[in-house]
């Protein structure tokens, strides 16, 4: 396939720093975000068999809550670094975004940092109060854990919804020539009007990541024969909030989609592979954009129309509505938006099927089928996170604040970024490797029959 004379224009003006920016910022994302989930959602699960094991007295329960606190340290540990790391790269990586817009976007990061602190403190005492506060109290450390994920979840979304959705100031022409920003509402920014569905959809998915990536792991456990009632109640307390995540996450998904026609309908031609204005449009499974045609895909009549515009017959736009260098790319954008609805959707049909045999009188957690696909739900459910925040930031490209600024306007035009990027690989690939080691050093002391693992710098056991 050639290369016209306008991409090759395209290419070159491009600056320098563009590329490593992009690869740099995607793989930092890319990682920590799967950490995020986990200190969104395993307080509330921590919480659940912590509460349990004091109402019942069920030591098995109370031992759960126990590793999995110290597993939530070493996340939290690992997740402080990947996300000092975020922070200093905005500025670096995106000096025409945080340059102008800095003060826009300023409010909801120094709400994050201070969660973020907030969560640590209370982690910390939550990790040494065993033994040493009284029950009651000692649980209700969990609450502020809770919060602030929730509340740094929230900042954090907020920033993308606004790339999403500008709003909260106002764009002035100087005497130079230039443009600035003025009349800043941050509050308006943080509260836009996209931040709400965006932030429940990101937090619903954190439980489906967290419940199915812990009820695997003790579904392996079971696999290799240790089906004590610890990794019975490992596995159901877990799996119990992913069902209600997997089930839930569709319909977040389907209302915050109805907005996409809209507010970006380059995108959601993008997710369709409409390469016209269809009414009604058809589904399209698979498939490829290839010279400017869609092509190997399998078409469903009338269903794109009910998926995108919750009707059978009005319209989806197509690209040929939006300016060429205004489009996405859209054979990735496409493909990503497939696989996250595809794999949620395996994801919750195997949540009935577990709840349906479970109510027949069967036992699901006896059927060594169900166990292998429970260990591979973990995975899945990641890749279905990884694959929707792909659909929402490449299919929002070439726009790194829609309709606003460009990314290549973004971006620096320092070919040191380069360097940047090398070190985050490292970086990465050590937090990658310590995280391993030392999670799998916690599980084969625990079943080797230790229970009380020393916390580092903590008071002397009691």
Same mark, same amino acid.
């Given at each position: 396939?050639?290369?016209?004379?306008?991409?090759?224009?395209?290419?070159?003006?491009?600056?320098?720093?563009?590329? &490593?920016?992009?690869?740099?910022?995607?793989?930092?994302?890319?990682?920590?975000?799967?950490?995020?989930?986990?200190?969104?959602?395993?307080?509330?699960?921590?919480?659940?068999?912590?509460?349990?094991?004091?109402?019942?007295?069920?030591?098995?329960?109370?031992?759960?809550?126990?590793?999995?606190?110290?597993?939530?340290?070493?996340?939290?540990?690992?997740?402080? *670094?990947?996300?000092?790391?975020?922070?200093?790269?905005?500025?670096?990586?995106?000096?025409?975004?945080?340059?102008?817009?800095?003060?826009?976007? +300023?409010?909801?990061?120094?709400?994050?940092?201070?969660?973020?602190?907030?969560? /640590?403190?209370?982690?910390?005492?939550?990790?040494?109060?065993?033994?040493?506060?009284?029950?009651?109290?000692?649980?209700?450390?969990?609450?502020?854990?809770?919060?602030?994920? *929730?509340?740094?979840?929230?900042?954090?979304?907020?920033?993308?919804?606004?790339?999403?959705?500008?709003? %909260?100031?106002?764009?002035?022409?100087?005497?130079?020539?230039?443009?600035?920003?003025?009349?800043?509402?941050?509050?308006?920014?943080?509260?836009?009007?996209?931040?709400?569905?965006?932030?429940?959809?990101?937090?619903?998915?954190?439980?489906?990541?967290?419940?199915?990536? *812990?009820?695997?792991?003790?579904?392996? %456990?079971?696999?290799?024969?240790?089906?004590?009632?610890?990794?019975?109640?490992?596995?159901?307390?877990?799996?119990?909030?992913?069902?209600?995540?997997?089930?839930?996450?569709?319909?977040?998904?389907?209302?915050?989609? #109805?907005?996409?026609?809209?507010?970006?309908? /380059?995108? #959601?031609?993008?997710?369709?592979?409409?390469?016209?204005?269809?009414?009604?449009?058809?589904?399209?499974?698979?498939?490829?954009?290839?010279?400017?045609?869609?092509?190997?895909?399998?078409?469903? &009549?009338?269903?794109?129309?009910?998926?995108?515009?919750?009707?059978?017959?009005?319209?989806?736009?197509?690209?040929?509505?939006?300016?060429?260098?205004?489009?996405?790319?859209?054979?990735?954008?496409?493909?990503?938006?497939?696989?996250?609805?595809?794999? +949620?959707?395996?994801?919750?049909?195997?949540?009935?099927?577990?709840?349906?045999?479970?109510?027949?009188?069967?036992?699901?957690?006896?059927?060594?089928?169900?166990?292998?696909?429970?260990?591979?739900?973990?995975?899945?459910?990641? *890749?279905?996170?990884?694959?929707? !925040?792909?659909?929402?930031?490449? +299919?929002?490209?070439?726009?790194?604040? !829609?309709?606003?600024?460009?990314?290549?306007?973004?971006?620096?035009?320092?070919?040191?970024?380069?360097?940047?990027?090398?070190?985050?690989?490292?970086?990465?690939?050590?937090?990658?490797?310590?995280?391993?080691?030392?999670?799998?050093?916690?599980?084969?002391?625990?079943?080797?029959?230790?229970?009380?693992?020393?916390?580092?710098?903590? &008071?002397?056991?009691?």
């Amino acid at each position: 396939m050639s290369i016209s004379l306008e991409t090759l224009a395209t290419l070159a003006a491009e600056p320098s720093g563009l590329l &490593p920016a992009r690869n740099q910022m995607a793989l930092s994302l890319g990682w920590h975000i799967v950490l995020a989930c986990f200190g969104v959602a395993f307080p509330a699960i921590i919480f659940v068999v912590h509460r349990r094991g004091l109402r019942r007295g069920d030591e098995v329960a109370l031992d759960l809550a126990k590793r999995w606190s110290k597993v939530s340290a070493v996340l939290f540990a690992i997740g402080a *670094v990947s996300g000092t790391v975020l922070s200093f790269e905005m500025g670096l990586l995106w000096p025409g975004l945080m340059g102008p817009f800095g003060d826009v976007l +300023g409010l909801p990061f120094a709400f994050e940092g201070l969660s973020f602190f907030v969560e /640590a403190i209370f982690l910390g005492i939550y990790l040494y109060g065993w033994g040493r506060l009284p029950e009651r109290l000692h649980l209700l450390m969990l609450l502020p854990m809770m919060a602030a994920g *929730v509340v740094g979840s929230f900042c954090v979304l907020s920033v993308n919804a606004w790339m999403q959705n500008p709003t %909260g100031f106002r764009l002035v022409d100087t005497a130079d020539g230039s443009i600035k920003v003025t009349d800043v509402d941050p509050w308006a920014a943080m509260f836009n009007d996209g931040v709400w569905l965006m932030f429940a959809h990101m937090w619903v998915g954190a439980f489906v990541v967290v419940g199915f990536v *812990v009820s695997g792991v003790y579904a392996a %456990g079971m696999l290799r024969g240790r089906r004590d009632r610890h990794h019975r109640l490992g596995f159901m307390v877990p799996f119990v909030f992913a069902t209600v995540a997997a089930l839930a996450q569709p319909l977040v998904g389907h209302v915050l989609g #109805l907005r996409v026609a809209d507010t970006q309908p /380059a995108k #959601l031609a993008a997710f369709e592979l409409a390469e016209t204005t269809e009414q009604p449009a058809p589904l399209r499974l698979g498939g490829v954009m290839i010279d400017g045609e869609p092509r190997y895909y399998l078409e469903i &009549p009338k269903i794109g129309s009910l998926i995108a515009r919750n009707s059978f017959d009005k319209p989806v736009p197509g690209l040929d509505t939006v300016p060429e260098d205004e489009r996405p790319p859209v054979t990735l954008t496409h493909l990503a938006f497939q696989s996250m609805v595809g794999i +949620g959707t395996l994801l919750a049909l195997s949540v009935l099927v577990f709840w349906f045999l479970r109510r027949g009188g069967r036992d699901p957690l006896g059927n060594r089928w169900f166990l292998r696909w429970s260990v591979i739900a973990g995975p899945l459910a990641i *890749v279905a996170l990884e694959a929707g !925040w792909i659909a929402t930031e490449v +299919g929002r490209q070439p726009w790194v604040v !829609w309709q606003i600024l460009r990314t290549t306007d973004a971006a620096g035009d320092s070919p040191w970024i380069w360097w940047s990027l090398t070190g985050t690989v490292v970086v990465y690939a050590g937090l990658t490797a310590g995280a391993t080691v030392v999670l799998r050093s916690m599980a084969r002391r625990w079943r080797a029959g230790e229970h009380d693992l020393p916390s580092p710098y903590g &008071p002397d056991a009691r």
